[in-house]
């Protein structure tokens, strides 16, 4: 085994290992990366596999495919994490306008007398 | 508080809103320099006001003290169409009948609201736009530029809306409280005045453009959006088209 093969492995293991320790994910997504963890070792440990996928796949080289797969595998978790994003902003929103309409100033002689409602900000 | 009822014929003797029912909504970001005149000559027409102050940090809010105005503070800075929809829903759990959304940087006339409400009191529409390119509508002291990217923001949005407008990023538009309910601006920042004519037209709302008066001061066109934020809302639709197909 060359010393470049031990280093990717380790690396490999490490992520596996600090997904698996720090995220408590869903069981399906931590058996994804599992599966991907595998497929990683694999290819590290034997290149030649990944040529000879590549080849059926009518790619000349292991390492082309694996640069398609890196390319479309970032595009991907570019969007995945685009969505979380976006999906936080409007939890955050939500939450920012509740804790506004919530804590909103009333003038002080607003609705009182008129439809017996308490100004908001008499509550305090 | 004047009551009507409900099969009382109220716009064909031109009888006005009353103001108690007028809910204007004020979206504000660091405009301490006129929030305060805004709010007072909208609170001299006894309407109804909230100011949402979207995190100013320049003491926004403090100028609102001693005004008649109902503030709502974001504790964080959201955007325009974030801190409209806060106004809204506020308005709405207030009982609002009509609500008007108004600019704080004193670029629009509290004379012009009443025109607005027209259209809503007589139930001829469910959402008002004002329009300074229509009729007597005016934009004062524009510059060319500002012009022609407006212009080019009415072809774009007759093309990816499919509504006809004259003047589409107004912020002097009023809505009939059941069309207010139907409005959820989910785009924080610029592009909410898009959304809101797809909404207008994904609910099917009845609507029309009045002629209302814009004045551009050296305030307004400091505070106001510049111009490569025409770029950001293309991009905010854009990225909405996207997500509605993935």
Known sequence: MRLIQVVLVVGALSSLLAYLTYFRSALRDRLIALVLFGTAVGAIVIPEATTVVANALGVGRGADLLTYILATGSVFAAILLYTKIHNTDRTVTELVRSMAIMDAEAPPDSEAEEDGRLPVNRAA | ?246
């Open chain 2, 1 to 246: 508080m004047q009551i009507l009822s409900e099969s009382q014929e109220t716009g064909s003797d031109g009888r006005p809103a009353d103001p108690g029912d007028v809910w204007i909504v004020v979206a504000a970001f660091n405009e301490v320099e006129v929030i305060r005149s805004v709010v007072e000559t909208l609170q001299d027409a006894d309407y109804r006001i909230v100011v949402v102050d979207d995190a100013s940090t320049d003491g926004t809010g403090g100028q609102l003290r001693g005004t008649r105005a109902h503030v709502c503070r974001h504790a964080v800075n959201l955007g325009q169409g974030a801190a409209l929809q806060t106004g809204i829903r506020y308005a709405l759990m207030h009982g609002a009948r009509y609500i008007v959304t108004f600019d704080a940087d004193g670029q629009h006339r509290a004379a012009d609201v009443p025109r607005l409400l027209e259209p809503l009191v007589d139930d001829r529409c469910d959402a008002v736009l004002g329009s300074r390119f229509t009729g007597d509508g005016r934009a004062v002291d524009i510059p060319a530029a500002k012009q022609l990217v407006l212009r080019l923001a009415t072809i774009y949005t007759r093309f990816t809306v499919g509504i006809r407008v004259s003047d589409t990023h107004n912020g002097l538009r009023a809505f009939s409280c059941a069309a207010a309910k139907k409005l959820e601006i989910t785009q924080n920042r610029m592009a909410h005045a898009t959304e809101m004519l797809k909404l207008i037209r994904r609910h099917r709302m009845r609507f029309v453009e009045v002629p209302v008066v814009v004045y551009y001061t050296d305030y307004s066109l400091g505070k106001g959006q510049k111009m490569q934020n025409a770029f950001n809302i293309v991009w905010d639709c854009f990225t909405e088209l996207f997500r509605r197909c993935a």
